[in-house]
């Protein structure tokens, strides 16, 4: 795949934070991961997909000279930074799950190590690409599994939300078992079969429905004909009337039913063709089809052939967005997490093993029974495999669907759902830092030895609150913080500390957001991306405008 200026495909936040990185000398190798949160209402799975677009991306990403004279025009960037970025190429690892394996809540997608700077800018890119076409896939999964076997057709393209979104799905509904695509770029593109058949506007032209038919059956055999412009049955008695009147030369190959009562119209236009004999026609079925209305159908026994679906499938209509992340998990070899209400991030680099009774999330290093789900697939910014294909994905979902519990399968929310554990060293990593330990090493060799046997794990003393932590009465006036207060030493400022000029370590808070024992950060970012995040009381404008996040810098201070 190819996305001319994909690295533009960028929020300004991410150029922002990486030429604060550049600036602060922070070149440490960062692992970030990409899962979703949770799954919407009715799913029981996601279908991961969008992984190999991702790859040709990476492997041609970098700072061209229109994206850089753009950049110029956005703000003052040093030219130390441009030249960096002019000079960037992704240069990490990129460990994912193979397309058309089956995920679930938390469980990583993808994870990349990089530079810090050099993975913070793929945020983005990384989660259109991904976070698209596993929606996509997982959409088409549960209507192809509706279709019990019966072929799909998709032909959602013109409602879908783009050109290059439409194109992208296409490929994913392949992978997740739809037979064909209406649309001519998406087969090009991806080698997926061609469908089409007819539209009422041909019938329409024509002085009478019955003329039009004979017009199309003249050229097109063995087409199916669109029945349902005036009258549905009528139109299955035109189709009869043909078949009389061509005799042997009669080859159409089924007719559409595209709109009303598709149950009964179906169940009264197979009457109608199997008394003519004509019982190698097939039905079609379209019009605001999704899986649950094709599942229902045919639990009423409707005798449907075939389904096309549109615009349900191509904008995943019930579940248009993925609680989708991709998060710092670790940095310079530390584990790092965020404990802010119901968005928690697992620390530490990580693996996902597959069990006949569930999955366990572990952390990268363990060996754990099961299959290990997370392969290599970049190192040094290259690949080191040849780019999958969807029909590889496609078998890939049908192998692995098949030790899964048909429960787990339906359209209704298993019971029990599918478990989904952590391993005790990662659950041992992820209480310490909920129970609100701080990362920086206050206990003596037990802390240390823990550090050396879990890397990644938090930096943390004994696990006590250290004894000079206890609050205390804030002083009156703010003072600035020297780096000796007893609570800058636990990386957790009391009321009435701001930050002071210089680069403080102590007032860096080591853990995201507040948590069980741990107090709310008293540094306030005061613009995010630009946008004002609010001022401190008393602050003249100019000084606000600075604050807001416009060259010159910003400002943090306790309001």
Not at 178 to 198: D, Q
Not at 290 to 305: G, K
Not at 390 to 407: F, K
Request: net charge positive; hydrophobic share 45%; glycine share 12%.
């Amino acid at each position: 795949m190819t996305l001319p200026q994909a690295e533009l495909f960028a929020d300004l936040y991410e150029l922002r934070m990486a030429r604060a990185y550049r600036a602060l000398g922070m070149e440490g190798e960062a692992v970030f991961s990409l899962f979703v949160r949770r799954l919407p209402p009715g799913r029981n799975l996601h279908v991961a997909c969008g992984v190999e677009d991702l790859l040709d991306v990476l492997e041609g990403w970098h700072f061209g000279a229109e994206s850089l004279a753009f950049l110029r025009g956005v703000e003052a960037w040093p030219e130390e930074f441009l030249s960096w970025l002019a000079a960037l190429r992704f240069s990490g690892s990129v460990r994912a799950v193979p397309e058309g394996t089956p995920v679930f809540a938390e469980e990583p997608i993808l994870e990349i190590a990089a530079p810090i700077a050099e993975a913070q800018l793929l945020e983005t890119l990384a989660m259109a690409l991904v976070g698209s076409q596993t929606l996509f896939a997982s959409k088409a999964f549960r209507v192809v599994r509706a279709a019990a076997g019966r072929p799909v057709v998709e032909f959602g393209s013109r409602r879908a939300q783009g050109l290059d979104a439409a194109v992208a799905a296409s490929r994913a509904f392949a992978l997740a078992g739809v037979s064909a695509t209406s649309n001519l770029l998406s087969a090009a593109r991806h080698g997926i079969p061609a469908a089409g058949t007819v539209a009422h506007a041909f019938i329409q032209a024509f002085a009478s429905e019955a003329e039009a038919f004979r017009a199309f059956a003249r050229l097109y055999p063995e087409t199916v004909l669109l029945v349902d412009t005036y009258d549905t049955l009528r139109g299955v008695a035109r189709v009869v009337d043909l078949a009389r009147a061509l005799g042997p030369e009669f080859r159409l190959g089924g007719i559409r039913l595209d709109s009303g009562d598709l149950l009964a119209l179906s169940a009264g236009a197979r009457r109608m063709l199997d008394e003519a004999g004509l019982h190698h026609v097939r039905i079609f079925a379209s019009g605001g089809l999704d899986e649950r209305e094709v599942a229902r159908l045919l639990a009423a026994h409707a005798p449907i052939d075939a389904f096309g679906v549109g615009t349900e499938m191509s904008v995943s209509g019930d579940a248009p967005a993925l609680d989708l992340a991709y998060k710092l998990v670790a940095y310079d070899g530390v584990g790092r997490t965020k404990l802010s209400a119901g968005k928690r991030i697992l620390p530490g680099a990580k693996q996902v093993f597959r069990r006949a009774d569930g999955d366990v999330i572990a952390l990268a290093g363990e060996a754990l029974p099961g299959e290990p789900l997370l392969v290599p697939m970049m190192a040094g910014g290259r690949r080191l495999a040849p780019r999958g294909t969807w029909r590889e994905g496609r078998a890939r979902l049908a192998a692995a669907v098949a030790s899964l519990p048909a429960s787990l399968l339906s359209l209704d929310p298993p019971d029990p759902p599918w478990p989904v554990a952590l391993s005790p060293a990662l659950e041992a990593e992820w209480q310490a830092a909920r129970a609100g330990r701080c990362r920086r090493e206050e206990g003596g060799g037990e802390a240390r030895d823990r550090l050396r046997r879990h890397p990644s794990a938090p930096r943390c003393g004994a696990g006590r609150r250290p004894p000079e932590a206890t609050p205390r009465p804030a002083p009156a006036p703010p003072r600035r913080c020297g780096g000796s207060a007893p609570a800058c030493r636990t990386g957790r400022p009391r009321p009435g500390w701001r930050a002071g000029g210089g680069d403080s370590p102590h007032l860096r808070p080591q853990v995201e957001g507040g948590a069980e024992g741990l107090a709310a950060p008293a540094l306030v970012p005061a613009a995010e991306g630009g946008v004002r995040m609010g001022v401190a009381a008393g602050q003249p404008g100019a000084e606000a405008a600075r604050l807001a996040g416009g060259a010159g810098g910003t400002a943090a201070t306790r309001g």
